[in-house]
T-cell receptor
Framework: GNSVTQMEGPVTLSEEAFLTINCTYT??????LFWYVQYPGEGLQLLLK?????DKGSNKGFEATYRKETTSFHLEKGSVQVSDSAVYFC??????????FGAGTTVTVRA | GAGVSQSPSNKVTEKGKDVELRCDPI?????LYWYRQSLGQGLEFLIY????????KSGLPSDRFSAERTGGSVSTLTIQRTQQEDSAVYLC??????????????FGDGTRLSIL
């Protein structure tokens, strides 16, 4: 079946630190990969996506590259801000079908 | 434009009662999904509607759960004889669904269901 494994949290960082959240996947076929973010008190929002191998998704200073050879889609940001404090979910879907989510990683950025 | 709208935002009810949760997708989106977000289980897929096709109900946890989508737009998720383990945030999402696996799903703010 399809599944996503992402780095366990919580993660606590200082402002301007480098953030990496690891995500690996298992899928039958070639999935589209997504990072969703849930800010405190808000709904799930799409952060970025990649639809084929070697694609790089980017948004709000975050980046993730679809690595078929390592079945990974790690999320990175070079300099985090307090406003990046949120829960981050890695997810995959096949052919516009249901999303399979990772467990979520809670990130807290301290001033 | 308007996003995915869910109502009510919060629902508290007694064990054994029936509840109905409503989702109004983004206009023109043919695909509609229900998910459940709970502490112990994370984000779980429940049911998927695509156009006029038969829905994929494979994620519904029991026969107490059902959903319908009228006129290809609004959807209602019904939970009968609620149990305490049904307490969760129920999320609805919609997408244009190109069939090519690259359309992101847009989520509503969810309905927080609490069973006393």
């Amino acid at each position: 079946g399809n599944s996503v494994t992402q780095m366990e949290g919580p993660v606590t960082l200082s402002e301007e630190a480098f953030l990496t959240i690891n995500c690996t996947y298992t899928a039958t076929g070639y999935p589209s990969l997504f990072w969703y973010v849930q800010y405190p008190g808000e709904g799930l929002q799409l952060l970025l996506k990649a639809t084929k191998a070697d694609d790089k998704g980017s948004n709000k200073g975050f980046e993730a590259t679809y690595r078929k050879e390592t079945t990974s889609f790690h999320l990175e940001k070079g300099s985090v801000q307090v406003s990046d404090s949120a829960v981050y979910f890695c997810a995959l879907s096949l052919n516009d079908y249901k999303l399979s989510f990772g467990a979520g990683t809670t990130v807290t950025v301290r001033a | 434009g308007a996003g995915v709208s869910q109502s009510p935002s919060n629902k508290v009810t007694e064990k054994g009662k029936d509840v109905e949760l409503r989702c109004d997708p983004i206009s023109g989106h043919t695909a509609l999904y229900w998910y459940r977000q709970s502490l112990g289980q994370g984000l779980e897929f429940l049911i998927y509607f695509q156009g006029n096709s038969a829905p994929d109900k494979s994620g519904l946890p029991s026969d107490r759960f059902s959903a319908e989508r009228t006129g290809g737009s609004v959807s209602t998720l019904t939970i009968q004889r609620t149990q305490q383990e049904d307490s969760a945030v129920y999320l609805c999402a919609s997408s244009p669904s190109s069939g090519q696996g690259n359309q992101p799903q847009h989520f509503g703010d969810g309905t927080r269901l609490s069973i006393l």
